[in-house]
């Protein structure tokens, strides 16, 4: 166990036999959560999620490591004896019980009494903001409110853990935002641990105290939602969130963190942190299109990097515009905020060294 984590899983893998031989759904996962912590596994459509999330729940047990709940180990113990909870996708609500027999349920199965269980639902029906809609069926709720019987039946019950696949992704747009936020808030007032399943990367960024990337049963990165932003370790991690520029290169020189690095005949600085990169290594640069400054400011910043660019073309995207923009080393995406975006046809560029992230491969 490692100390003080709610959940940890150690170098936990999980085959599947399939006519085309082995594969690891989940390979060497080791992930630590902490108490009261929104913890997110964002990766795309088959990547290991679901996987690692039914490992914890005790709905399937891995080949290979261990897994532990609040210090204790509980890698072969089925899902009744770990203090989590799981809401799944689809919610599972019991069609034939009222909204209040619903949310009930585990109260019932547990046994307890009967004054109890009337005062918990009640209770949970204020926080949930579905009061005066116990005797409702499921059926005669939207699907935000469904999602809060879901999340209010999962809760009624205290479990240390809750863990969530994709709770909001059978929500239109508009409502999933607003249920986003209230999950949120639930979560900071509860000071409950989320473990929480999700393939929407900007969801991910917003909810998390902190994020595992996964990547074909793998986990890629664990960091900040502001740190996997920021400061990528891999190529596959700086595709996968946001939008940037990429740039291939060789490093000239390494000074610790900080090297230079040739991109089509120009010298340019990027930061490589946590490593150290070797001289003559082909890397690719990072820089977010947001990074980049531009026209009066470019030429004021002291930045490390400067360049000259011609405008190719201008894109409104509401609040920022979207520049390309050709320079020495290659067509450049550029974003302003449009109220104060300059857009001269002859501009200069600039970026400082840490906005520009040097990656293996
Ligand atoms: P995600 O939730 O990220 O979409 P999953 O954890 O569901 O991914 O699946 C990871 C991989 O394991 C996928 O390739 C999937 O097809 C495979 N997989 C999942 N469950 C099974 C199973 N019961 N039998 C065989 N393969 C499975
Ligand atoms: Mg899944």
Not at 103 to 108: F, S
Not at 225 to 245: C, E, H, M, W
Not at 260 to 265: K, R
Not at 274 to 298: K, N, Q
Request: hydrophobic share 40%; with cysteine.
């Amino acid at each position: 166990m490692r100390d003080g984590s709610v959940v940890y899983l150690e170098g936990v893998s999980k085959i599947y036999p399939t006519a085309a031989g082995e594969i690891f759904a989940a390979r060497d996962v080791t992930i630590d959560v902490q108490p009261g912590e929104f913890y997110s596994l964002l990766g795309s459509s088959g990547s290991g999620k679901t996987t690692t999330l039914r490992l914890i729940g005790g709905f399937e047990i891995p080949e290979y490591g261990r897994v532990w709940i609040g210090g204790e180990e509980v890698t072969e113990q089925p899902p009744y004896r770990r203090n989590v909870h799981t809401v799944f996708q689809s919610y599972a609500l019991f069609p034939h019980l009222t909204v209040a027999e619903n949310i009930a349920y585990p109260l019932r199965i547990a046994k307890t009494n009967r004054a109890e269980v009337a005062e918990r639902v009640e209770e949970s029906l204020r926080m949930f903001q579905l009061k005066g809609m116990g005797d409702r069926r499921p059926s005669q709720l939207s699907g935000g409110q469904q999602q809060r019987v879901a999340l209010a039946r999962a809760l009624i019950s205290r479990p240390k853990v809750l863990l969530l696949d994709e709770p909001l992704s059978a929500l239109d747009a508009k409502i999933r935002e607003e249920v986003r936020q209230e999950l949120r808030d639930l979560q900071k007032q509860t000071n409950l641990t989320f473990i929480y399943v999700t393939h929407d990367q900007e969801e991910a960024l917003a909810l998390s105290d902190r994020i595992a990337v996964m990547h074909n049963g793998q986990v890629q990165q664990i960091d900040t939602p502001k740190q996997i932003y920021d400061r990528p370790t891999s190529l596959f991690v700086a595709q996968f969130i946001g939008k940037a520029n990429f740039l291939k290169g060789t490093v000239l020189e390494a000074n610790g963190e900080t090297a230079a690095v040739e991109v089509s005949g120009t010298k340019i600085w990027a930061a490589s942190p946590g490593r150290s990169p070797t001289i003559g290594d082909a890397v690719t640069l990072m820089i977010r299109p947001e990074r980049l400054c531009l026209g009066e400011t470019a030429k004021t910043a002291k930045a490390d990097n400067q360049l000259s660019g011609k405008v190719a073309s201008v894109t409104y995207v509401g609040q920022l515009v979207e520049l390309k923009v050709e320079t020495p080393i290659g067509l450049l995406t550029v974003t302003q905020l449009s109220s104060t975006a300059d857009l001269s046809p002859e501009q200069s560029l600039s970026w400082n060294t840490n906005d520009c992230i040097l990656l293996p491969g």
